[in-house]
């Protein structure tokens, strides 16, 4: 076994699910980001959360943690004891709007705990540990590997396929200023759906990847429509359903409920010069029914994780010091 590093920092983006059809196998990344830094602790384990989506959300600071939690998971795969860990979390993704903040944070525990003690796993491992935490595999492979992951897990193991996003897609997100659990809005699916919806989505969002992979943005309008879930869904999110009938007629490509919501989330073609007229409608739908919301473009983040180990002296900035001028808060 390798030596254990004093310390390291990861840095994990933000992610899309589903994008419309691919209910559960589509993961897309984005340029949103969430911070752990790691260490083992002479003493006790300790946890700092920094900024508004972290601070007093109840987030446990004990070794019920989920960071905590999933690092000791690497540690034991990996053969190795590190009962005792200090970890610093910032993160600019908002929780539980549908924007795979938990994923962020369980791709971040694995691959910050993995660096730390010399990274003995491999990202294929790493990914059937984050599918089988997540119950299925689309933010946590996105999150894992960046870009566009194409995925499954079937309950024993996830595979996947990066596709390099089209370098014109920019992504529109709106985030209504209420939460929803996955855990809620997964209930709201039926056990059971029709052949003719299962074929649907099928042709739907096979096309939808053929589009991404081809370039042929004109056909994301067609295929990113859906019928496993979406239609369940929109009692949930105020708005929702007009947001999917008429996005496309203002500037989208084409328009989905990011994950499992609230936000809903828009692709555009950089070059398509309606990026306001879109954002505008999509802030009226949700204003009319009373919904505060926040609008933020973004971009695909084709890296995944970035790891940096941290060496003894390394250490003189804080924590929030050194993620200056990185984070968007
Ligand atoms: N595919 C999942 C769902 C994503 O839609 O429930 C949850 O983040």
Request: no cysteine; net charge positive.
């Given at each position: 076994m390798g030596k254990i590093n004093p310390g390291v920092r990861v840095r994990v983006p933000a992610s899309t699910a589903n994008?419309?059809?691919?209910?559960d196998s589509l993961g897309l990344a984005l340029d949103l980001y969430t911070w752990v830094e790691m260490s083992r602790s002479e003493g006790k384990t300790t946890f700092q959360l920094y900024g508004e989506e972290l601070e007093?959300?109840?987030?446990?600071?004990?070794?019920?943690n989920l960071i905590y939690q999933v690092a000791q998971q690497v540690f034991a795969r990996a053969g190795v004891e590190v009962p005792e860990l200090s970890v610093s979390m910032y993160s600019d993704i908002p929780l539980a709007?549908?924007?795979g903040s938990s994923a962020s944070a369980i791709v971040a525990a694995l691959t910050a705990a993995n660096a730390l003690i010399g990274?003995?796993?491999s990202d294929d491992e790493l990914f059937q540990l984050a599918s089988s935490i997540e119950k299925h595999p689309d933010n946590v492979g996105a999150s894992l590997f960046g870009g566009l992951v194409v995925a499954y897990w079937d309950g024993i193991r996830a595979e996947h396929i990066k596709v390099a996003p089209d370098e014109r897609l920019e992504v529109l997100v709106a985030v209504p200023d209420f939460q929803l659990s996955t855990e809620k809005a997964r209930h709201a699916l039926p056990k059971e759906v029709a052949m003719s919806d299962a074929v649907f989505n099928v042709g739907h969002s096979n096309l939808l990847v053929a589009a991404l992979c081809t370039g042929r943005l004109e056909m994301i309008r067609l295929a990113m429509?859906?019928?496993?879930?979406q239609p369940y869904r929109s009692a949930l999110v105020p708005g929702m359903a007009e947001i999917l009938e008429g996005a496309a007629d203002h500037g989208a490509l084409g328009i989905a409920l990011?994950?499992?919501?609230?936000t809903m989330l828009a692709l555009s073609d950089?070059?398509?010069?309606r990026k306001e007229e879109l954002e505008r409608f999509l802030r009226e739908m949700f204003g009319r029914h009373g919904i505060g919301v926040e609008t933020r473009w973004l971009k695909p983040d084709t890296e995944g994780p970035r790891v940096e180990v941290l060496t003894?002296?390394?250490?003189?900035?804080t924590f929030m010091q050194n993620l200056k001028g990185e984070i968007r808060t």
């Open positions: 994008l419309g059809p691919g209910f007093g959300k109840g987030i446990p600071l004990d070794k019920s709007r549908g924007l990274s003995p796993l429509t859906d019928k496993l879930h990011s994950g499992a919501g609230p950089r070059d398509g010069g003894e002296t390394a250490g003189s900035g």
